[in-house]
């Protein structure tokens, strides 16, 4: 497994919180042209401070998701304060989808529909 930052954090403000975007993938560099760009917008016009980390799996073995977000939470931990778990081909649609600090504690932003093979409750 392979890691690129996609973008460089800058100083971080006091009291600011700041968003790591970790997404894992694997021959998806179609997909990935297409992401960047398009959360890149989604989460500047909700005014989050936020960095892309785009961890590339480049070996045969099978698709290790768990360890390729492991890899990027440790890149992130110690500049970033909270994560995004985003699969590279799943883009945000409705504006008020939220990315900002879960006060609250985790939350899941992917409406079942999205995943009908999982039943959320």
Known sequence: A????????APRQ???H???????????DW???QFV???????QAQGI???LFAI??????PFNRGALLNIGALQACGTHDYLALHDVDLLPSHPN???????????HLTPPAMHPKYHFR
């Open 14 to 16: 006091l009291g600011a």
């Open 56 to 61: 590339e799996q480049n070996d045969t073995h």
């Open 31 to 33: 997909e990935l042209r």
């Open 18 to 28: 700041r968003l790591a975007v970790l997404v894992p993938y694997r021959q998806a």
């Open 2 to 9: 392979g890691g690129h930052v996609l973008t460089t954090p």
């Open 37 to 43: 760009p398009n959360i890149t917008r989604y989460l």
């Open 49 to 51: 401070d936020f960095t």
């Open 97 to 107: 989808i939220s990315y900002r600090f879960p006060a609250r504690g985790p939350v």
